[in-house]
């Protein structure tokens, strides 16, 4: 079984705090993804990795980066938390090179941001 | 601007009765179509993926897809309350590169009335 783990299910952080999420995937998939989900804006690609230290951005990258220093391990960085960032956060995985390249999910991570 | 549309619902139907999802996409070049099941509070899980016109059936489940109209659907045979969820489309719009990029829709929320 693919298991995606992220580590948090749920944070609260004040305005102007740095955020670290973290997610380790066990399967040696070569593609990490962040995304946010959002009440009637669905899910929205933050940004994605296809190697270790490498990175590209999704639709919606400004104000988050991403660090990728080993290949299960993807974190995500709000550098100054601000209130629009509260969101449910989840992060996938997935093995390239097919049509039916399939992407599993961590259980996600509910951030409040204050 | 690459789109995925769905019904947002809610879709009613009773116990036993065949429900019907209906997505559509923008991009002529997709290439391939995945459903997720989204319980409230939780993370996507895949529920099949197609990438062929035509049906593809597991178990209660068929995707069908039709790349000319540019539509896919999911039924759901003998629906069950435990069906009850959201159902995201996802649509691989063939990025290429490194690897494939997922354009999600916003879901439909399925109720089975027992």
């Known amino acids: 079984d693919v298991k995606v783990t992220q580590s948090s299910r749920y944070l609260v952080k004040r305005t102007g705090e740095k955020v670290f999420l973290e997610c380790v995937q066990d399967?040696?998939?070569?593609?990490m993804f962040w995304y946010r989900q959002d009440p009637g804006l669905g899910l929205r690609l933050i940004y994605f990795s296809y190697d270790v230290k490498m990175k590209e951005k999704g639709d919606i990258p400004e104000g988050y980066s991403v660090s990728r220093e080993k290949k299960e391990r993807f974190s995500l960085i709000l550098e100054s938390a601000s209130t629009n960032q509260t969101s449910m956060y989840l992060c996938?995985?997935?093995?390239?090179?097919?049509?039916?390249?399939?992407?599993?999910f961590g259980p996600g991570t509910r951030l409040l941001v204050l | 601007q690459k789109e995925v549309e769905q019904n947002s619902g809610p879709l009613s139907v009773p116990e036993g009765a065949i429900a019907s999802l209906n997505c559509t996409y923008s991009?002529?070049?997709?290439?391939?179509f995945f459903w997720y099941r989204q319980y409230s509070g939780k993370s996507p899980e895949l529920i099949m993926f197609i990438y062929s016109n035509g049906d593809k059936e597991d178990g209660r489940f068929t995707a069908q897809l039709n790349k000319a109209s540019q539509y896919v659907s999911l039924l759901i045979r003998d629906s069950q309350p435990s069906d009850s969820a959201t159902y995201l489309c996802?649509?691989?719009?063939?990025?290429?590169?490194?690897?494939?990029?997922?354009?999600f829709g916003t879901g439909t929320l399925l109720a089975v009335q027992p």
């Open positions: 996938a995985s997935s093995s390239p090179g097919l049509a039916e390249e399939t992407q599993y």
């Open positions: 996802a649509v691989n719009m063939g990025y290429g590169g490194a690897t494939n990029k997922l354009i």
């Open positions: 399967m040696d998939h070569e593609n």
């Open positions: 991009d002529r070049g997709s290439q391939s």
